[in-house]
């Protein structure tokens, strides 16, 4: 017995100096290829000019802060769930409501579109993430054709469809991410490396193929492949809680706000962090992310109840917006790029263009 | 026993780093080259980024006919 712990502790030895080598070798190889910043490489690039972006619709109507919101492919509709249970799909031309459903659970943290438009799911304190479908009825009650699709062992954070109505992707506070296939409720591929609650997730461009990114509360950015459910690459240089995180839309890097009060663009190909958005000013965490549809822009949603807009490529702030009354604590860029959503603490989403 | 756990885990460790160590990296100029390129070839289709005006953003308040 003796002999078989000494064999083992010598096993673990030589494991974790393989590892340190690893670790050194991917340093030196990363420091290699860091022959520049990005904002030296846009000096020439003109200036952006001013900004007037305003608020141009405000959707009222939720009991308690808004958690979560997306859009509809229609480029009108938009889905916003809330602490108070209830999720609302919203005809964001006219501030009409269209649908209203009230979920078992408070806390609502995550909500999603479907591709189609036909359908939205949603989830939060429940542990679940649920479907349901959208119908026109007046006499359909919503909430009788919701369907249970994933199931998580802590709160679900985010989730979203992937390219049909068929799939969707979840990021849970029990650490893991996963991928459910709707119809049947069963798990079909299961994500874990994150060492603690995962609290985001983007899927990358159709056209860059079957990858997602997550981030969490161990501060890593982690990139998956959906097929294997293997980390294919990990970041570590946030000091806190990554909040959210967004593909730049060429699919070649993703921007990530946290805690710590920045907002950073990882590049994938480039294997490292490539830009830090943030001032002394701000102090406050970024909950929200997005990207204007070119890129050039990024937006991120703060603790301190204002909207930064940041030159991507120069690494400065081109515009702060105020607005909301508390909280800002998710953001998007509508499909067409036409204007962006917010919802806040505030009980409020305002529509930006 | 702990330990066999823990030679486990360090194992997920070792091969996690090995595949990480046999990317292919470019370098940040040029990765950064690309990106640059990316915003700049799609900036006039950026309806945020250029200022779409009234007539054809949804948002933006529309001009009112007057009917006199």
Known sequence: MATEALHENETLAS??????????????????????????VAERVEALGQFVMKTRRTLKGHGNK?????WCKDKRRIVSSSQDGKV?????FTTN??????????????????????????????????VYPLTFDKNENMAAKKKSVAMHTNYLSACSFTNSDMQILTASGDGTCALWDVESGQLLQSFHGHGADVLCLDLAPSETGNTFVSGGCD???????????????????HESDINSVRYYPSGDAFASGSDDATCRLYDLRADREVAIYSKESIIFGASSVDFSLSGRLLFAGYNDYTINVWDVLKGSRVSILFGHENRVSTLRVSP???????????HTLRVWA | ISGSSSVASMKK?????????GLNSVKVSQAAADLKQFSLQNAQHDPLLTGVSSSTNPFRPQKVCSFL
């Open chain 1, 15 to 40: 494991l974790k100096s393989e590892a340190e080598n690893l670790k050194g070798k991917l340093e030196e190889e990363r420091a290699k290829l860091h022959d520049v910043e990005l904002h030296q």
């Open chain 1, 66 to 70: 808004v958690l979560c919101m997306d």
């Open chain 1, 88 to 92: 609302i799909v919203w005809d964001s």
């Open chain 1, 97 to 130: 409501k269209e649908h209203a459903v009230t979920m078992p659970c408070t806390w609502v943290m995550a909500c999603a579109y479907a591709p189609s438009g036909c359908a939205i799911a949603c989830g939060g304190l429940d542990n679940k993430c649920s």
């Open chain 1, 219 to 237: 501060k890593k950015a982690m990139v998956w492949d959906m097929r294997s459910g293997q980390c294919v690459q990990a970041f570590e240089t």
């Open chain 1, 336 to 346: 067409d790029g036409t204007a962006f959503c917010s919802g806040s603490w505030d």
């Open chain 2, 13 to 21: 460790v070792v091969q996690q780093l090995q595949l990480e160590a």
